[in-house]
C-alpha cells in the first residue's frame, strides 16, 4: 500500500513521506516500537523504488522498470514505481487469455514491499512486455549499475568542508568495533558524528587533516579504508553468492542498490551475526562494490575454490 | 473612582426623563423619535439613545448576577433602574423601541462610519427576543470578544473559512467551559436559550476576525512558550514568539521584571528567550507582557504537554496533545495522580516520571504517546492530553495522492477524530449518508477498511459535515513526479565520479554530456557516456534436451550447457521458473531448442540477414556445423520467422556448395 501511495503521488516533500509512513505503520506503537521512516525509506531507496534528497527533503519516485536478473533461473524482476494502473495493465497483459508466455507473482519479504518476479517463455517476451506496458527494459540493470559505482574518493572529492558543528555531543567511529563512543575532540582523523538537532551529521577528518561533511555509510567506509579494515564478505552459493556487510556499515546507497538489484530482494539481517546478506550477487559485481568502497572482498575459502573452478 | 451604584443612579437620571408614563403605552416613543430624527439629520453625532441601551444592558448584567436566568427576569431590575412602576413584565412598547435603537446603532458602526469604531456585535435577531439584544452585550463582554479569537485558532480556522453559526456554536459550547471566559459569557454557553444569541455572537465575530490572536483588550497577542532543551543539562524557559509585524527589538512590561524585558528577533518567528525563570509561580500565574499595541503571553495551566518544536529545535509547550506523536506533560501537583491515572489508561506503556527537571510542585511525564482517544470522557482537567487534533472534528493521516481538494488513495482514507471533552456530549455521526452511531462520544474512526468507493464522500458529526474524495488510483502508469530525483555522476576518464556527497538530487531534463544520472536502477546519458554493457542474456528453457544458439554470421554457433537446477535461492521464490540463462558471445539470430519428444523449436531473436565469416578467424568446422543447422534441421517455428530461416537456409546452401 505505501510504495503504491509513493507512486501515485510521484514526488513530495520529506515531512509528507514521514506523516503518511507513521499513519500507515506506526499507529498504536511506542517510539521504539515503531518502524522509522528513515529506514523504510532507505529500503526503498536500496530496492531502487525511490530516491530521496536529504539535503533539500525531497522524495521522488523512480520510473518503473522490468529487468533480467542475473542467472536467476530466467526471472526478471519489476521495479521502481508501482501505481494501481500499472499493475492493472500488468494484470491484463499476463493474463493466460492474453499470452502463456509470462506469469508474475508477487513475494512477500519483511524487509520491503513486496518483489515482483516475471517468468517469461524467453527475454524478448519481458522487452515486449515492457514496451506494452510503456516503462522501461533494461536486460542487464545490475551490471551496468555495478560499472558506473563512484569512488570513495569522488565522493570525498565533492563533500563540503563545513564547520564542524559546536556545542553538541561528539561521537568517533572505531573501524576495528564497528561502533560509536563519545570523542573528546574531533581534530584526529577519523570519522565524527555529531547529534545536531535533526538529522545526525557526519565529518570524516583524513589523515591529511582534511575534513568532509558525509553521509554516514560513505563516511565509515573512508574510516575503514583508511584503517585498512576490510569487512565485506562474498560467500558463494550454487550459481552466484552472497555479499555479507556487517550491521554497523551498511552499504551506500548505490552500492546497496547494485547489490538488492541482483535479485530484487531487500537484505535480509541476521541478528546472530548482526550482518546484512544480499543474495545472488554474482562475482564480478561484489567485488566492483568492494572496490568503490576501498574494499577487499573476503571471498573465504569456499569462495576463493568457487573463484578459482570458475 | 465612583462606586458602581452610584454610576448606575447617573445613568438612571440621564434616560429617565425621555421616558413616557407606561399608561401613555409606548414608554421609549420619545427616545425612538429622537432616534429617527438623529439617523436622519445629525448621523455625525454620536446617538443619543446610548444611554437607553447602556440601561438596558445594564438590567441584562443584573440579571446574570442572579441564579434565575429566566427571561422575564431581566424586566425587573430593568423596571427598578428606570423607576418604571406596575407589573413586573416587559414595560410597554419596549419590543418595538429596542428592535429600533439596536437597529439604528448597528447601522450606525457598521454602514455610516463603516467600521471605523469597530463593528457592531449585535445579533440581528436575538432570542430571547427583544431582550436577546442588551444580553448579548452584557453577558458577553468585550474581552470574551476578543478571547475569540483563542476559539478561532482552536478550530484551527482561517479567516473567512466558510463554517456553519450552528458548527461553530457546538464546539464553542465545549471550549468555553476550559477557557479564560467571564463567568455571563460560560454561563450563557451552558444555557439552551441562549443559543441564537450565542450562535449570533459568534457569527459576527467569526466575520470580522483577520486571523491574529488578541488579549482582552483587543491588543495583538504573541504566545509565551515553555521550552525544554535536554541538550546536556535539561533546562526550561520561556520564549515569546513573534507574530508578523510585532517588532524587532522593544521591552515589554512584565509584572515579574522590573524596568521591563528587552527581547530581540531571534528569527522571523521568535524572540530570544526571556530572562525570567519558569518557575512554580509563573506556571502558576501565567505570564503578560505589553509594548504598545502588542502583547505577550502564557495562560496558566495545570497541564501542560509539549512536543518537538522543529523551528525552536528542542520541545516546546502546545496547546494540545495530537494523536500518536510523543510528548512530554507537565504536570501541577494538584493534578499528577489524575494525570497519572489517565497516562495509565490512555498511554502506550513507555512513559514515565522524568526525575529533577520540573519546578518544585510541579511534575514531569517523559514519552507520552497517546493514540486513541479513551474510552470514557476524561475530566476536563485533562483536555490538553486527550488526543485531538483540533477543537472540532476533523480528518488525521491517511494516504493523500492530491491537495486542494485532499484525494486519498483508496484504502487510505483518513481517521476521523473527534474532540472528546470539547463537546462533552453525545454527537450523530454518519458517513455518506449511513448512521455509524447516534450518540458518538468522540475519539477515532478509521475510515479505511470500510470498502468506501471510490468518489465524494461526507462525513457528518452533529453539525460539522466533512468532505473528501477518494481515487482508486491516479490513472497513469508512472506518475508525472516520477524521476524527479536521480545521482548524478560525472565521466571521467572513463571513470564515473559522484556529482555531490549527499544523495540524490534535481534530474536533469536533458542529461548533460560526460554525465550520467541514476535514476533507481537506470542510468541516464548519452549511449557513449553510459557503461560499455554486455549482450543481453537468452532466457532457456531448462527441460530440453539440447540448445543450439545460432549467430548472424555464419560459424557463430554455440551449444549451451544449462544447469537441470534452478539456483537454491530462487526454488522458494513464486512463480516457478524451468528458465535459465544464457549469455552468447555473438549476437543471436536463432536459438534452437531439442524437446525431449524429438521435435526442435526455432526461435528467432534477430530479424538480421546472414552475412558470411570472415574465413581468416572462423573455422570451417564450425561454419560447416551452423550451415548443417539450417540444412538437416526441420524445427516448429512461428509463421513470421519462416521466410527467415528459408533465407538462412539458402545462404548455408550457398556456402556448402
Keep these: 500500500m505505501f510504495l503504491e501511495w509513493l507512486s501515485e503521488r510521484g514526488s513530495g516533500r520529506w515531512p509528507l513521506f514521514v506523516a503518511a509512513h507513521d499513519w500507515l505503520f506506526n499507529a498504536g506503537r511506542s517510539q521504539s516500537e515503531g518502524i522509522k521512516a528513515t529506514w523504510t525509506a532507505r529500503t526503498f531507496s536500496d530496492l531502487g523504488h525511490i530516491e530521496i534528497d536529504w539535503q533539500g527533503q525531497r522524495w521522488s519516485v523512480t520510473p518503473s522498470i522490468l529487468t533480467v536478473l542475473p542467472t536467476a533461473g530466467a526471472r526478471s524482476l519489476l521495479t521502481g514505481g508501482r501505481t494501481r494502473t500499472l499493475m492493472r495493465r500488468l494484470d491484463e497483459e499476463t493474463n493466460e487469455s492474453v499470452t502463456d508466455n509470462i506469469v508474475f507473482d508477487r513475494h512477500h519479504q519483511d ?150 538489484a541482483c535479485s530484487g530482494l531487500a537484505a535480509t539481517f541476521s541478528k546472530s551475526s548482526s550482518t546484512r546478506r544480499y543474495v545472488n550477487v554474482p562475482r564480478v559485481i561484489a567485488e566492483r562494490i568492494a572496490a568503490s568502497l576501498g574494499q577487499t572482498l573476503d571471498l573465504g575459502r569456499v569462495g576463493q575454490n568457487a573463484a578459482a573452478n570458475a | 473612582m465612583e462606586d458602581s451604584s452610584a454610576a448606575e443612579a447617573r445613568l438612571a437620571t440621564v434616560v429617565r426623563p425621555k421616558l413616557l408614563p407606561e399608561p401613555s403605552g409606548d414608554v421609549f416613543r420619545r427616545v425612538v423619535d429622537d432616534s429617527w430624527s438623529w439617523r436622519l439629520k445629525h448621523p455625525e453625532d454620536d446617538p443619543p439613545f446610548l444611554p437607553v441601551l447602556a440601561v438596558a444592558v445594564l438590567a441584562a448584567a443584573h440579571m446574570a448576577r442572579t441564579e434565575d436566568w429566566a427571561a422575564h427576569n431581566y424586566y425587573k431590575p430593568l423596571r427598578e433602574i428606570l423607576r418604571l412602576a406596575g407589573s413586573s413584565g416587559m414595560p410597554a412598547g419596549y419590543d418595538a423601541a429596542m428592535q429600533s435603537l439596536w437597529g439604528h446603532l448597528t447601522w450606525w458602526l457598521n454602514d455610516y462610519q463603516a467600521g471605523s469604531l469597530g463593528l457592531s456585535s449585535v445579533p440581528a435577531h436575538p432570542s430571547p427576543a427583544y431582550i436577546g439584544y442588551a444580553l448579548s452585550q452584557a453577558l458577553f463582554r468585550s474581552s470574551d470578544r476578543q478571547r475569540l479569537t483563542h476559539f478561532f485558532l482552536a478550530l484551527d480556522l482561517a479567516p473567512r473559512e466558510p463554517i456553519e453559526a450552528a458548527e461553530l456554536l457546538t464546539y464553542f459550547r465545549g471550549w468555553s467551559q476550559r477557557s479564560h471566559l467571564s463567568s455571563g459569557a460560560r454561563e450563557m454557553a451552558r444555557r439552551d436559550e441562549y443559543k ?28 509565551i512558550f515553555i521550552t525544554l532543551d535536554l541538550y546536556l543539562r535539561p533546562k526550561l524557559a520561556f520564549v515569546a514568539e513573534r507574530p508578523r509585524g510585532f517588532p524587532t527589538q522593544a521591552t515589554f512590561d512584565f509584572e515579574e521584571a522590573q524596568g521591563g524585558v528587552a527581547l530581540t528577533a531571534a528569527s522571523n518567528d521568535f524572540y530570544g528567550e526571556l530572562p525570567l525563570e519558569v518557575s512554580a509561580k509563573t506556571l502558576d500565574t501565567g505570564l503578560r507582557g505589553q509594548y504598545e499595541g502588542f502583547a505577550l503571553g502564557l495562560t496558566p495551566s495545570p497541564v501542560v504537554p509539549f512536543r518537538q518544536h522543529e523551528a525552536l529545535g528542542c520541545w516546546a509547550s502546545v496547546r494540545q496533545l495530537v494523536p500518536g506523536e510523543q510528548h512530554w506533560v507537565l504536570v501541577r501537583d494538584d493534578h499528577e495522580a489524575m ?12 512513559w514515565r516520571e522524568a526525575q529533577a527537571i520540573a519546578p518544585n510542585g510541579w511534575t514531569f511525564f517523559r514519552d507520552v504517546v497517546i493514540d486513541a482517544a479513551p474510552h470514557r470522557v476524561p475530566n476536563p482537567a485533562l483536555s490538553r492530553v486527550v488526543p485531538s487534533v483540533t477543537a472540532r472534528p476533523s480528518l488525521w493521516g491517511g494516504l493523500p495522492v492530491a491537495s486542494n481538494p485532499e484525494i486519498y488513495i483508496s484504502g487510505g482514507e483518513p481517521d476521523l477524530w473527534v474532540p472528546t471533552t470539547q463537546v462533552g456530549e453525545t454527537l450523530p455521526l454518519a458517513i455518506d449518508g449511513q448512521l455509524v452511531s447516534t450518540d458518538f462520544g468522540g475519539g477515532r474512526v478509521a475510515l479505511s477498511g470500510r470498502g468506501l468507493p471510490s468518489g465524494e464522500h461526507v462525513v457528518t458529526v452533529g453539525p460539522s459535515r466533512l468532505r473528501f474524495q477518494t481515487a482508486d488510483t491516479i490513472g497513469v502508469v508512472n506518475s508525472r513526479g516520477s524521476g524527479a530525483l536521480s545521482h548524478q555522476l560525472r565521466l571521467l576518464d572513463g571513470r564515473y565520479w559522484a556529482s555531490s556527497a549527499r544523495g540524490a538530487s534535481e534530474t536533469e531534463p536533458i542529461t548533460p554530456a560526460a554525465t550520467v544520472q541514476v535514476v533507481g536502477i537506470s542510468l541516464l546519458g548519452a549511449r557513449a557516456d553510459l557503461p560499455k554493457r554486455a549482450r543481453a542474456p537468452l532466457l532457456l528453457p531448462a527441460r530440453a534436451s539440447q540448445y543450439i544458439v545460432l549467430g548472424v554470421v555464419a560459424g557463430e554457433i554455440a551449444q549451451p550447457q544449462v544447469p537441470p537446477e534452478s539456483p537454491r535461492w530462487v526454488r522458494r521464490i513464486s512463480p516457478f521458473s524451468a528458465g535459465r540463462e544464457f549469455l552468447p558471445p555473438f549476437d543471436v539470430a536463432w536459438v534452437l531448442v531439442a524437446w525431449r519428444t524429438g521435435e526442435w523449436e526455432a526461435r528467432l531473436r534477430s530479424d538480421m540477414e546472414p552475412r558470411p565469416c570472415d574465413p581468416d578467424t572462423t573455422k570451417a568446422s564450425t561454419v560447416r556445423k551452423w550451415c548443417r543447422c539450417f540444412l538437416e534441421l526441420e524445427p516448429q517455428m512461428s509463421p513470421d520467422a519462416r521466410q527467415l530461416w528459408s533465407r538462412y537456409r539458402a545462404f548455408a546452401e550457398e556456402l556448402t556448395l
Design chain 2, 339 to 350: 494525570v497519572r491515572d489517565y497516562l495509565h489508561e490512555a498511554a502506550l506503556a513507555e
Design chain 2, 196 to 223: 441564537e444569541v450565542l450562535a449570533g455572537i459568534l457569527t459576527a465575530e467569526w466575520n470580522r476576525w483577520d486571523g491574529s490572536l488578541r488579549d482582552e483588550r483587543g491588543r495583538r497577542l504573541g504566545q
Design chain 1, 111 to 260: 524487509e520491503g514491499p513486496d518483489a515482483i518476479f516475471l517468468v517469461s517463455r524467453d527475454e524478448t517476451d519481458i522487452e515486449k512486455l515492457a514496451s506494452r506496458l510503456g516503462i522501461n527494459y533494461d536486460y542487464s540493470a545490475a551490471d551496468s549499475l555495478s560499472v558506473a559505482l563512484p569512488s570513495l574518493d569522488s565522493y570525498l572529492a565533492v563533500s563540503e568542508a563545513t564547520p564542524a558543528p559546536t556545542g553538541y555531543e561528539v561521537q568517533r567511529f572505531d573501524a576495528m568495533s564497528l561502533r560509536w563512543s563519545t570523542a573528546g575532540g574531533d581534530v584526529a582523523p577519523g570519522l565524527y558524528a555529531y547529534e545536531v538537532y535533526g538529522p545526525a551529521r557526519q565529518r570524516f577528518v583524513t589523515q591529511s587533516g582534511m575534513s568532509h561533511e558525509v553521509e554516514r555509510a560513505i563516511g565509515i567506509y573512508a574510516e575503514l579504508r583508511r584503517t585498512s579494515t576490510q569487512v565485506l564478505k562474498w560467500s558463494a552459493d550454487d550459481v552466484n553468492g552472497a555479499l555479507i556487510v556487517p550491521g554497523q556499515a551498511p552499504l551506500p546507497t548505490l552500492q546497496a542498490r547494485v547489490a538488492t
